[in-house]
Each structure stands twice: as structure tokens, then as C-alpha cells.
């Protein structure tokens, strides 16, 4: 399993954007499917955006479409989401997860998920 650690949390008004990082440990990045998920409280943890392990395929949730953006830099071990156009309702924990796969594909179930980070707090205020 990899270890991952997310950052770049915090308070945001609404409309302001932030950028959250997450990097892994080890020396086969490039073998991982990453994902974000986030989780409000008293809710179920929902899939936000997913990424291969190529970087070719990417996918987003449609509460997050043209809004957030995943990218990877392999260079780094490191996952991104730019979440621009903030909303109050984005306010959550954010965890990123890693999948060690062999196929060329994006994943959004947690299920489907092997490791995971400790998550990162993001709150919008209006």
C-alpha cells in the first residue's frame, strides 16, 4: 500500500478556490489510480474526481463538474484538485485514495480504493 497525505485545506469564502495536494510515498506512483472523495458531516462519503494511472483518463462528479479539477505529477508522487467557484455545500473533509491498478481507467467507488489519506478539512463560508 501507498501512504498518502493530503494539504492545502481551509477557510474560503464562496466563490474563492483552493488547490489540494496529495502525495504519496513510494516509487510506483505511476502504477496508482488516485481519486478524491470528500465527506460533510452527517453525510456518506461521496466521489469528487478520479484520475488514472496515466493521467489520460479523468473523470468528475457532477456536483463538482467545470468547477474542480484533478491532475497528477508523477515527477512529484502528487495528486491535485484545483477546486475553483467554491460553494458552501462543498464544505467537507477531503480525502484523497490510491488504487494500485494495471488498467487504464478511472475509479469511483471507495470500495475500489486500497489506501487512503487522513483527509483535509474545506470550509466555505458565505
Known amino acids: 500500500q501507498v501512504q498518502l497525505v493530503e494539504a492545502g485545506g481551509g477557510l474560503v469564502q464562496a466563490g474563492g478556490s483552493l488547490r489540494l495536494s496529495c502525495a504519496a510515498s513510494g516509487r510506483t506512483f505511476s502504477s496508482y489510480a488516485m481519486g478524491w472523495f470528500r465527506q460533510a458531516p452527517g453525510k456518506e462519503r461521496e466521489f469528487i474526481s478520479g484520475i488514472s494511472r496515466s493521467g489520460a483518463n479523468i473523470y468528475h462528479a457532477d456536483p463538482v463538474k467545470g468547477r474542480f479539477t484533478i491532475s497528477r505529477d508523477d515527477a512529484e508522487n502528487t495528486v491535485y484538485l484545483q477546486m475553483n467557484s467554491l460553494k458552501v455545500e462543498d464544505t467537507a473533509v477531503y480525502y484523497c485514495?490510491?488504487?494500485?491498478?494495471?488498467?487504464?481507467?478511472?475509479?469511483?467507488?471507495?470500495?475500489?480504493?486500497?489506501?487512503w489519506g487522513r483527509g483535509t478539512q474545506v470550509t466555505v463560508s458565505s
Open positions: 485514495a490510491a488504487r494500485r491498478t494495471l488498467q487504464e481507467r478511472t475509479f469511483t467507488r471507495a470500495a475500489e480504493y486500497d489506501s
